[in-house]
C-alpha cells in the first residue's frame, strides 16, 4: 500500500485518481480549497484518509497545505494535480502580485515540492497544450502583455514539464514525471471536449504507485501511460535552472533541489 497526495482534488480528476488508487487499496489524501469543499470531498470519497485544505493562489495557503500534508506523515507519491484552465478572460491578480494561473498552475507545484517532505514519487500534470507554451521569464505575470488566457495557461503547463524534469535531474533518488490526461469534459476542459473520461485519470494514478518497468522512471512525459515526446525546451537545464531560481525568488523559499 502507498500513501498519494493529490492536490485539487475535491473534483474533477484530482478526485477520479483518488477514487482509482483507493479501489486498489491505496491511502489517499485529498486537498480541497476551503472548507465547504472539504466537506464536499470527504462525501464524495469517505474512504479517503483525509482532507487538506488551503487555497493554492496564495503563498500563505501554499503553505499552509505543506504544513497540513506533512503533518500527516510522508507521502510515498504527490501528484500536481490542481490548475486553473486555458479560459480565463481576463488577468486576475493574487493578493502576492502574481497572476493566478501562474501561482495555482506553476508556484504551488513548485514550492509543495520544496516544503513536502520528500516523498519517492512526484506526478505533475500538463496539458497537450504545453507544446505552445513560451519557456521566456520576461512577463511571465503578463504586467506588460495583453492578456491572453489559452497562451498564459500554455506556458503554464510548460513550466510544469520543466519543473518535473527539473526535479528528476536534481533529486535523482525520486521518479518525477509529467504527464497530459487528454482533453476531456471536466470543468476545465469544457462539455465539448472530446477525450475519454475513463482513460484521464489512470496515467497519473499509474506513475503515482504502479511497479511496472514502464513506470518506474524519471524525467519523462506520459500520454495514456505511453511515453510522449515532450517540448524540447523543458529538457534544456538552463530553462530548468531560471525557472527555478525565479520560482525561489518569487516564494522566498530554498531551491528544490538544494
Given at each position: 500500500m502507498s500513501r498519494v497526495f493529490i492536490t485539487g482534488s475535491s473534483d474533477g480528476l484530482g478526485l477520479m485518481a483518488a477514487r482509482?488508487?483507493?479501489?486498489?487499496?491505496?491511502?489517499?489524501?485529498?486537498?480541497?480549497?476551503?472548507?465547504?469543499?472539504?466537506?464536499d470531498s470527504r462525501a464524495a470519497l469517505p474512504e479517503a484518509d483525509g482532507v487538506v485544505t488551503g487555497d493554492l493562489s496564495s503563498l500563505a495557503g501554499m503553505r499552509q497545505v505543506a504544513g497540513q500534508a506533512n503533518a500527516s506523515g510522508r507521502f510515498d507519491a504527490v501528484i500536481h494535480n490542481a490548475g486553473?484552465?486555458?479560459?480565463e478572460p481576463r488577468r486576475v491578480e493574487t493578493d502576492d502580485g502574481l497572476t493566478r494561473v501562474f501561482a495555482v498552475n506553476v508556484l504551488a507545484p513548485y514550492l509543495l515540492t520544496a516544503l513536502i517532505e520528500r516523498p519517492g514519487r512526484l506526478v505533475y500534470l500538463s496539458s497537450g497544450?504545453?507544446?505552445?507554451?513560451?519557456?521566456?521569464?520576461?512577463?511571465?505575470?503578463?504586467?506588460?502583455?495583453?492578456?491572453?488566457?489559452?497562451?498564459?495557461?500554455?506556458?503554464?503547463k510548460l513550466f510544469d514539464v520543466v519543473l518535473a524534469f527539473?526535479?528528476?535531474?536534481?533529486?535523482?533518488?525520486?521518479?518525477?514525471?509529467?504527464?497530459?490526461?487528454?482533453?476531456?469534459?471536466?470543468?476545465?476542459?469544457?462539455?465539448?471536449?472530446?477525450?475519454?473520461?475513463?482513460?484521464?485519470?489512470?496515467?497519473?494514478?499509474?506513475?503515482?504507485?504502479?511497479?511496472d518497468p514502464e513506470a518506474m522512471v524519471s524525467g519523462?512525459?506520459?500520454y495514456?501511460?505511453?511515453?510522449?515526446?515532450?517540448?524540447p525546451a523543458a529538457h534544456d537545464v538552463t530553462v530548468q535552472d531560471q525557472l527555478v531560481r525565479y520560482c525561489a525568488?518569487?516564494?522566498e523559499e530554498r531551491r528544490v533541489g538544494k
Open positions: 482509482l488508487l483507493v479501489a486498489d487499496g491505496h491511502s489517499v489524501t485529498l486537498h480541497a480549497r476551503n472548507q465547504a469543499r472539504a466537506d486553473i484552465g486555458y479560459r497544450m504545453h507544446r505552445g507554451g513560451d519557456t521566456s521569464l520576461e512577463d511571465p505575470q503578463w504586467t506588460h502583455r495583453r492578456w491572453n488566457g489559452a497562451q498564459a495557461y500554455s506556458d503554464s527539473a526535479v528528476a535531474r536534481r533529486w535523482p533518488a525520486v521518479r518525477s514525471n509529467a504527464l497530459e490526461p487528454g482533453w476531456v469534459p471536466t470543468k476545465m476542459g469544457g462539455p465539448g471536449a472530446p477525450g475519454d473520461m475513463s482513460l484521464a485519470p489512470v496515467t497519473q494514478a499509474w506513475l503515482a504507485v504502479s511497479t519523462e512525459y506520459f495514456h501511460q505511453k511515453l510522449r515526446p515532450a517540448h525568488d518569487r516564494s
